[in-house]
Each structure stands twice: as structure tokens, then as C-alpha cells.
């Protein structure tokens, strides 16, 4: 058993070199974070839900009326940030002029999350290309597993890196 004070040792990713030497590997898992009321709560109000409506992840309108309340699929992707910096171990520190998130491709809600349910985020590189001279096209593949097992969401997050 490691001590209280044992510190992971930390991955610094600052070149497209090192994005790319880490093609297919696991960067986590990160820290299990659970997702409350309160925060599901505050996103609705945010977004004014009531007049807009929702859309449960894994997209199944029937687990929201078997009375459990279901975590909102847009939730979960504007949440993949906190989970990618829960972490430890791992630093982006690319010198860049700007970081820009690009977009969402492949997202798929494979099953109907509750509220109050503990997930943790599996991260993997799986593109890092030049697209440009100064320009890294980055995709970040995001899978949130709840700890019960299996898998809630599986997204591809692309990032463009504009280096100096």
C-alpha cells in the first residue's frame, strides 16, 4: 500500500512530439466525481430547461419517468473538462498563442445516467496530426464510466493547438 504523501509521477505533455508518442495509451483514469442534484439543479436553471426541454443521456425518455431523476446529456459533455483535470499525473503544457476547442465528434450516450451517480473519465489520444506549420489538430477520446461498470459516454473532444 502507498503511503498518504506518494505523489503520482507527472506526465507533462508540451509538443506535438509528446501528443503523438502517446497515441492509443491511457491517460487515466481519473477520480471518481459524482454529479449531485444541486449541480443538475443549477445547469437546468442555467439553460431554462423548463422552456427549452431535455434530453436525457442514453436518450431513453422512459428511465426519466420511472421516477428517477436522469442527468441531462449536455451536462455531461460541458463536464468532461472537470473530469479531464481530475487527473493526476498529467499536465498540458503546450506553448501555444491560443488552445481552441474545435468541436465534438462521435458522441454517443450509451445509457440513462441518475443524478447523484459517481463516474470517472478514461482519456486517450487517438489523432494528433500538424494541420497546419503552426497549427496541432489534437483528438481527445472521452469515456465516462460510471462506477457500477461499463460505459455512460463515449465522445471524441478535437482541440486546436495554434503554437508560437
Known sequence: RRSSCWKAPVRVISSHEDLRALLGQSLGPGKWLRIDENQVRLFDLSLQRRRFGSCPAGGDPSASSAGAAMIDGALLLALLGRFRSSIEGLSFDCPSRMNIFYGFDRVRFLRPVPVATVLRLHLRIVEARMVEPETIH??????????????????????RIYVP
Open 138 to 159: 489534437v483528438v481527445y477520446r472521452h469515456r465516462l464510466e460510471p462506477r457500477e461498470g461499463g460505459t455512460a459516454l463515449l465522445a471524441d473532444v478535437i482541440n
